[in-house]
């Protein structure tokens, strides 16, 4: 081969492998990797992180009402009750008089349940005495004021468990016996009375408040979950008009299945951890916690603090990428399940919100539980926008929360490796280049 062709054939292979390294300034190594550029210089700081105790969160109709009073082997005692909304499934109902309420049903239908399945709780329902307010706010540490009961009842919460309903077998409701002297005054004898707040439903919850459901056991294994908007969700009213009335009849009340309808449920919960495997009163809030606990409801959330991270403040580094990483900690889970995600929620003292990486469509936030080994799971959240305007924009760092998402609706908890644990830390790593 001629030397010349061997001398512009090398120039074209060193053209070539050039090309495969674009430089992009003074930004970062300088250097694509895969037509992507590189992350920049990495830099993973601590992780002060430890759990505290959560008053109150919003319930008000949530995606499942949840009851029982329930011993957790880790996280102490929790009991879930909650109220909601009875209504009419006809307006102007014409009963006849004479009319007499033999007997009551109550079916609601289970979503699922929290613990072990198959353990009974007693069960109390009372009939709430003050009107619930649609433009207020619910929460889970609230107060209701009640009558006396019209159940009072063991029961047991399975979800597989059969269920008769005169009709048909079904399996997923709980099922149970109501007093018919209180729907007796309150439906038959005032409807036949001409009492107006049956013209519709907006009338006949002002006068009818609605229901509040407790678990008044000792403590049992279980809470169960339930979903008021199934169509088999309801209370059976059995009557007879008159002595000669022979044939069965039925008026029902449901929980608001109908478009329009105006629904109003919340859960109500309180913990006690005495029993917990935390103590409350002795977190190191300076060092943090070799494990931290995250729960549902108004239960413990995990508090982060993120020292050193204020060395990037005025910078001008541009953040490519920051990553929190939390490992499950093995055999805490079994019966009692792990939330599916967890959030992360910036906590301003007097108002809380979600990080701002929620905010993006590009980059999720991530904060799904992945299996990393057979036995292992994980909770990654990318937090780059937070970091960026924690050291950019607004100069502060502040604390952040860790919470299930949907704690209105649930009381799955999960044991977190934290910042000082020796084997399965809290990792926090923050890419970035300088724009200088």
Request: hydrophobic share 35%.
């Amino acid at each position: 081969m001629p030397n010349k062709f061997r001398f512009a054939l090398s120039l074209i292979f060193a053209a070539v492998f050039a090309s495969c390294e674009k430089g992009n300034g003074t930004i970062g190594s300088g250097k694509f990797v895969d037509e992507r550029p590189e992350l920049g210089e990495k830099l993973t700081f601590p992780v002060v992180s430890f759990t505290r105790s959560w008053d109150s969160v919003s319930t008000k109709n949530p995606s499942q009402v949840i009851l029982g009073n329930y011993d957790d082997p880790i996280f102490g005692r929790t009991n879930a009750s909650f109220f909601t909304r009875i209504l009419l499934s006809k307006s102007s109902p014409d009963f006849g008089e004479g009319t007499i309420c033999d007997s009551v049903k109550v079916r609601i239908a289970y979503s699922s349940y929290y613990g072990v399945e198959g353990d009974d709780i007693d069960l109390k329902v009372y009939p709430l005495l003050d009107e619930q307010v649609d433009s207020l706010s619910y929460y889970s540490n609230g107060t209701v004021n009640y009558g006396p009961a019209i159940a009072d009842t063991m029961v047991v919460i399975g979800p597989r468990d059969t269920v008769f309903n005169g009709v048909d077998t079904l399996v997923g409701f709980l099922s149970f016996d109501a007093d018919p002297a209180y729907f007796q005054t309150n439906i038959f004898d005032a409807a036949i009375n001409g009492e107006s707040h049956f013209a519709d439903n907006e009338d006949f919850v002002k006068e009818v408040p609605g229901l509040y459901f407790t678990d008044e056991g000792a403590g049992s294994s279980v809470a169960g979950y339930f979903n008021l908007d199934a169509s088999g969700s309801l209370i059976q009213l059995y009557y007879h008009t008159g002595v000669d009335d022979t044939i069965a009849k039925v008026f029902n009340l449901t929980f608001g299945q109908n478009f329009g309808d105006p629904t109003l449920s919340y859960n109500l919960f309180s913990n006690d951890y005495s029993n917990a495997q935390f103590d409350l009163d002795m977190v190191d809030t300076l060092n943090g916690e070799v494990l931290t606990y995250v729960q549902g409801g108004s239960g413990v959330r995990t508090e982060l603090h993120f020292p050193d991270l204020d060395t990037l403040i005025g910078k001008g580094y541009s953040i490519n990428r920051a990553e929190l990483s939390f490992d499950v900690l093995q055999g805490t889970a079994g019966q009692y399940r792990f939330p599916g995600s967890l959030i992360l929620i910036q906590d301003l003292d007097t108002a809380q919100q979600l990080i701002k990486d929620y905010t993006s469509s590009v980059n999720p936030t991530g904060g799904t539980v992945a299996r990393t080994d057979v036995r292992e799971f994980n909770y990654t959240f990318n937090v780059t926008r937070m970091v960026h305007d924690f050291v950019n924009d607004r100069e502060e760092i502040l604390p952040i929360l860790i919470a299930p998402s949907s704690s209105s609706g649930n009381l799955h908890r999960v044991v977190l490796g934290g910042g000082m644990h020796p084997v399965i830390p809290a990792e926090f790593n923050v890419y970035y280049t300088r724009s200088k």
